[in-house]
């Protein structure tokens, strides 16, 4: 079998530049659709719900995308064709998302606009998303890949930043950071669009720099027995047959994930409530009263845009603690650390109330979102041989999914167990929660066999 030969740094950083505009889009629609959903009229405890689609788009979408390219072979490459593909539909959608309330539709059909249109978004997201970690594990030998993982860490990290800043620097600039009752306001309609403008010409140059190995080349690198490539498979065979590592690391994904999905489910109703002290207006609901925030209020869209500031915070805490992670020797011990700090993180956001001050939480949070980003593909794709890399990422992406589908399914179920004490909105306890879920994970990272 021939060896991978080392590639150029700027090579390795190719293969993943078109990354920093699919993160951009990523990070747009994490820190804004409980905001855009909220702003249309959404109740606070069913706000989780909105979410299923995304993982459950990715869950479905992600494996036929990885079983696909593995026998995709055509003049434009191998992986590069779906994540053009992938990118092209995503700009599409990232225009109309944002003006779901807009086209004077009534508010219930505003929101099933806006669903259909996320679930469009992130399927085209998951499309564009994949073949970037599929292409480090096509051409970047095992000493490299955790250079590729780690530059593509950066990338994303560095895409989230702009994707996060995007309504804050709008609104800083006079763009209408408040808009009628069901309408988005200017300051986020424009952040999609400048967001859709970035992703295309990232990927353009991506899909213009990267030239992919020929399948006969691929096939000795990988040590691919050619009379054998058309031995029939499944998606269940090929779980049957999954290296260790798919399955202990899927585990600590699974909290991790989970996780991250309250993060992004309730830090705006968490910030508007315990920060920019947002006004409640009285709703009835199946013949009873609530409260809820007023998200027409001037103080719930700045309490979004500080959401933004926030999540970039988190980014930059990221791209920093990477540049950590490869100094620890053990890669268990990094990845351990790392979401513990993110636990602790997650967990002081009760003990903060200043806007500020939550920059500290949110540093902390980012240490555990570069290792989540980095190590868990990093243990897979050494564990993994063969011509299966695409299929067995795809089907990894489940570890993501899955539990960003069940947290979305009970959220608003726990989120009603919380009931309010003193000035602490619920919502707070949903983020402490989160911090407990990744201290879970930390433990359960001993559990994990690498690949010797």
Same mark, same amino acid.
């Given at each position: 079998?021939?060896?991978?030969?080392? &590639?150029?740094?700027?090579?390795?950083?190719?293969?993943?530049?078109?990354?920093?505009?699919?993160?951009?889009?990523?990070?747009?629609?994490?820190?804004?659709?409980? =905001?855009?959903?909220?702003?249309?009229?959404?109740?606070?405890?069913?706000?989780?719900?909105?979410?299923?689609?995304?993982?459950?788009?990715?869950?479905?979408?992600?494996?036929?995308?990885?079983?696909?390219? #593995?026998?995709?072979?055509? =003049?434009?490459? =191998? !992986?590069?064709?779906?994540?053009?593909?992938?990118?092209?539909?995503?700009?599409?959608?990232?225009?109309?998302?944002?003006?779901?309330?807009?086209?004077?539709?009534?508010?219930?059909?505003?929101?099933?606009?806006?669903?259909?249109?996320?679930?469009?978004?992130?399927?085209?997201?998951?499309?564009?998303? $994949?073949?970037?970690?599929?292409?480090?594990?096509?051409?970047?030998?095992?000493?490299?890949?955790?250079?590729?993982?780690?530059?593509?860490?950066?990338?994303?990290?560095?895409?989230? *930043?702009?994707?996060?800043?995007?309504?804050?620097?709008?609104?800083?600039?006079?763009?209408?950071?408040?808009?009628?009752?069901?309408?988005? @306001?200017?300051?986020?309609?424009?952040?999609? %669009?400048?967001g859709a403008a970035i992703l295309i &010409?990232?990927?353009?140059?991506?899909?213009?720099?990267?030239?992919?190995?020929?399948?006969?080349?691929?096939?000795?690198?990988?040590?691919?027995?050619?009379?054998?490539?058309?031995?029939?498979?499944?998606?269940?065979?090929?779980?049957?047959?999954?290296?260790?590592?798919?399955?202990?690391?899927?585990?600590?994904?699974?909290?991790?994930?989970?996780?991250?999905?309250?993060?992004?489910?309730?830090?705006?109703?968490?910030?508007?409530?315990?920060?920019?002290?947002?006004?409640?207006?009285?709703?009835?609901?199946? +013949?009873?009263?609530?409260?809820?925030? #007023?998200?027409?209020?001037?103080? %719930?869209?700045?309490?979004?845009?500080?959401?933004?500031? *926030?999540?970039?915070? $988190?980014?930059?805490?990221?791209?920093?603690?990477?540049?950590?992670?490869?100094?620890?020797?053990? !890669?268990? *011990?990094?990845?351990?650390?790392?979401?513990?700090?993110?636990?602790?993180?997650?967990?002081?956001?009760?003990?903060?109330?200043?806007?500020?001050? *939550?920059?500290?939480?949110?540093?902390?949070?980012?240490?555990?979102?570069?290792?989540?980003?980095?190590? @868990?593909?990093?243990?897979?794709?050494?564990?993994?041989?063969?011509?299966?890399?695409?299929? %067995?990422?795809?089907?990894?992406?489940?570890?993501?999914?899955?539990?960003?589908?069940?947290?979305?399914?009970?959220?608003?179920?726990?989120?009603?167990?919380?009931?309010?004490? +003193?000035?602490?909105?619920?919502?707070?306890n949903m983020l402490v929660l989160a911090?407990?879920?990744?201290?879970?994970?930390?433990?359960?990272?001993?559990?994990?066999?690498?690949?010797?």
């Open positions: 079998m021939k060896k991978i030969p080392d &590639l150029s740094f700027w090579k390795l950083w190719n293969i993943s530049f078109g990354f920093f505009g699919v993160q951009i889009a990523y990070a747009l629609q994490s820190a804004n659709i409980s =905001r855009i959903f909220s702003t249309l009229g959404a109740d606070p405890h069913s706000l989780s719900y909105f979410w299923i689609l995304p993982p459950l788009a990715g869950i479905i979408v992600q494996p036929i995308i990885g079983a696909l390219s #593995d026998k995709t072979w055509c =003049r434009f490459g =191998r !992986r590069i064709p779906y994540l053009f593909v992938g990118a092209l539909i995503a700009v599409l959608v990232m225009c109309l998302l944002p003006n779901a309330g807009s086209f004077g539709m009534s508010v219930s059909a505003a929101m099933i606009f806006g669903l259909f249109s996320l679930m469009f978004l992130d399927t085209s997201i998951n499309i564009a998303m $994949q073949p970037f970690k599929m292409m480090v594990g096509d051409m970047v030998n095992e000493k490299q890949k955790g250079l590729a993982y780690s530059i593509q860490s950066f990338l994303c990290n560095a895409g989230s *930043l702009a994707g996060y800043l995007f309504p804050f620097i709008f609104a800083a600039i006079g763009i209408s950071n408040i808009a009628p009752k069901g309408v988005i @306001p200017d300051s986020v309609i424009y952040s999609f %669009y400048i &010409l990232c990927v353009i140059y991506t899909t213009v720099k990267v030239k992919e190995y020929p399948p006969q080349l691929y096939a000795e690198y990988h040590g691919i027995n050619t009379e054998k490539k058309e031995e029939k498979t499944n998606i269940f065979s090929l779980l049957v047959k999954a290296p260790k590592a798919f399955w202990t690391v899927g585990l600590v994904q699974f909290f991790c994930w989970a996780a991250f999905m309250f993060m992004w489910t309730y830090t705006n109703g968490t910030v508007a409530a315990e920060v920019f002290n947002t006004p409640s207006v009285e709703v009835i609901k199946d +013949g009873v009263k609530h409260l809820v925030l #007023d998200t027409q209020s001037v103080q %719930y869209q700045n309490a979004g845009d500080w959401v933004g500031i *926030l999540f970039a915070v $988190q980014a930059i805490g990221s791209v920093i603690w990477a540049t950590i992670i490869p100094l620890i020797k053990s !890669r268990k *011990l990094a990845y351990s650390l790392s979401l513990i700090l993110g636990g602790i993180g997650f967990i002081s956001v009760m003990f903060i109330n200043n806007q500020y001050g *939550l920059f500290v939480s949110f540093l902390l949070i980012g240490c555990a979102w570069a290792a989540m980003l980095a190590l @868990p593909f990093t243990i897979l794709t050494n564990a993994l041989t063969g011509g299966h890399m695409g299929t %067995y990422l795809g089907l990894f992406n489940g570890t993501i999914c899955v539990p960003q589908i069940v947290a979305a399914i009970t959220g608003g179920w726990i989120l009603k167990m919380f009931t309010t004490q +003193g000035n602490v909105p619920p919502e707070v911090g407990v879920l990744l201290i879970v994970g930390a433990l359960c990272i001993g559990i994990i066999k690498e690949k010797e």
